[in-house]
């Protein structure tokens, strides 16, 4: 038998023939292997080549920290300059979650060293947790010496623990001007889902209300940062460079520290509100609302305990009432009666004898007095009612309502604060729209005097009866000077914050004239319904209010009882005609409005005291002094010198 011929190397397939790859499958195999290989070397030089400067770049920033510099928000003024608002420096310490791979096992020292509870840490840790991993997080401010020394003393074994000098708001005490001011806190959840702060990220501060809130663009400034050369350990070894803060505008306010300090006297102890603007420009000379709070305790993180304080009061600290506050606004509403009245030439032919109310679709309507023959002429020093209701139901609700609501009833004022109200104004097509029900002609009746669906608040009062004596002028309301704020920001306050603005009303002068005599009897005749409250030597006149809170059927069920008694308001203006200032009061529960009006008083007289204070002290440095005549003299006479007037 003859040996076999196939070598060792050959392979054999099932049928013992050999077996070749053929040449298709083998050259791609080589050009898969080939392909391979350009993608690695392609990418290798991407790396080596093409991304040396980036990856140049990030190892840069594993020994780089840019730390931020917060822009000092700017300062806050009255209308003369005086300082109501500053900053003071303060530190605060924030969590650098990159330096650490454990932060959990670090927490019980922090806690002990920061005086902060483990658990609220962690929940600190969970708000932040979506957020980049590099960003710092804040974790208490205004720390202590001793929280800082402690911080400093634990650098190395608690690297994640890092403190930053910030400026802190230093707000004037007891809650001076707090609800115009306003106050700032951190930026929350909600307030980021809002395009307006799209801009701002976890941890900063914002202003949350007052002039604070409106104006935080200008305020708040520009922040800064400086980059920081540390070690694998989050060690400080030295500095690159730094780009500075820009720090918030200051702002100067419309309001008068004399007249704002006036006005919280007046209604210290009291729960109310008191506003104070000047008709010609709608500058809002003070603003006051009680009760008050504390926005110092806002400026920090704030405290359990404050907050349940706040929440728990029932007369709601945190309501900035001269805005927000919708009550009835009882007989001052009796002047756009008047207007109305008028204008419509009903009123000027009246004559009503008043026996202590008056019968509509039989019902009895009490007025608190028998007040006799009553005209339009003595019926506003009067306030009586009977007259009221007659004029109301001879005019029907939709005339009252035109006539209201040019005055800016029903809608916002358009002040430059946030979360104004714009009250309520009945007519048949608000009754239809909200009740689905018609207007019953009963129902005008107690509008006429304030009372019943109508609501106001004390700046819409303070607009409406400037206006009136004024001429038919009515103003927009502002807290801060517009020459003081960019016209495309005042552009975009005017339309976060709409109202009526600038409007006028048609109103003859004899009207006006009659109008604004009838309200300077209410001060100034002893038939005034607030005649305590006049002022000798002041034209002072104005109109009260007082609403009941409940009617006659409720309160006897109620048994009577502070928080029963009506609210007592009151809207003066001095002087009488083309006003230089004018002063709404809402005191709540205040019984009458001749208290309020007394409150007002006040107000009236220290912005009086003071123009005349100031008008005196300008025309004694404007008085010259009378020539003195030359001493007789023998000597040569010298070229006359002029005789220059000196001012005491």
Known sequence: MEPSHHSDDQDLGPTGKTEKVPAGKLHAAQYIV???????????????????????ALAEANRIRKVPILAPRGRLFDREGRLLVDNYPSVSCYILREQVKDLNADLPLISQGLHIPIDQIQATLRRYQI?????PIPLKQDISPDEQA???????????????????????????AAHLIGYVGEVSEQMLDDPRYAFYSPGDVVGRSGVEQTYDALLRGKDGSRDVIVNSHGKELGHLGQELAVPGQDLKLTIDLDIQMAAEKALDGKIGAIVAMDPHTGEILAMVSRPTFDPNQFSVRLTKNYWNEILNNADHPLLNKTIQAQLAPGSTFKIIMSVAGLQENVAQTMHVVCNGGETFYGHFYACDRH???????????????SFYYTLANRLGIDTIAKYATSLGFSQKTGIDLPDEASGTMPSTLWKLKTQHAPWYAGETISVGIGQGAVTATPIQLARAL?????????????????????????EAVHETYPGSGDTSIPLTPENWQLITDAMANVTSSPIGTAYAAHLDGVDFAGKTGTAQVMSHDALARAGGGKK?????????????????????????????????????????????????????????????????????????????????????
């Open 34 to 56: 080939a392909l391979i290989l350009a993608v690695l070397i392609t990418g290798l030089w991407r790396l080596e080549v093409l991304g040396a400067d980036n990856f140049r």
């Open 466 to 490: 400037s206006g009136i004596a004024s001429g038919g002028v009515l103003r927009r309301p502002h807290v801060v000077f517009p020459d003081e704020v960019p016209p495309s920001l005042l």
């Open 564 to 648: 029963t008694d009506p609210n007592a308001w009151f809207v003066g203006m001095a002087p009488r005609r083309n006003p230089d200032i004018v002063v709404a009061v809402l005191w709540e529960h205040g019984n009458w409005g001749n208290n309020s009006a007394k409150l007002a008083a006040q107000v009236i007289d220290a912005f009086v005291n003071k123009q005349r204070k100031r008008d005196n002290n300008i025309r004694i440095a404007t008085t010259p002094e009378p020539p003195k005549a030359e001493p007789v003299s023998t000597a040569p006479a010298n070229p006359p010198h002029p005789t220059v007037p000196t001012a005491d």
């Open 131 to 135: 957020a980049p991993k590099y960003q």
């Open 371 to 385: 007040h006799g023959m009553v005209d339009i002429y003595n019926a506003i020093p009067y306030s009586c009612d």
């Open 150 to 176: 402690f911080i400093a003393a634990h650098r190395d074994e608690l690297p994640e623990l890092e403190t930053l000098d910030e400026q802190r708001r230093l707000y004037p005490r007891d809650g001076f």
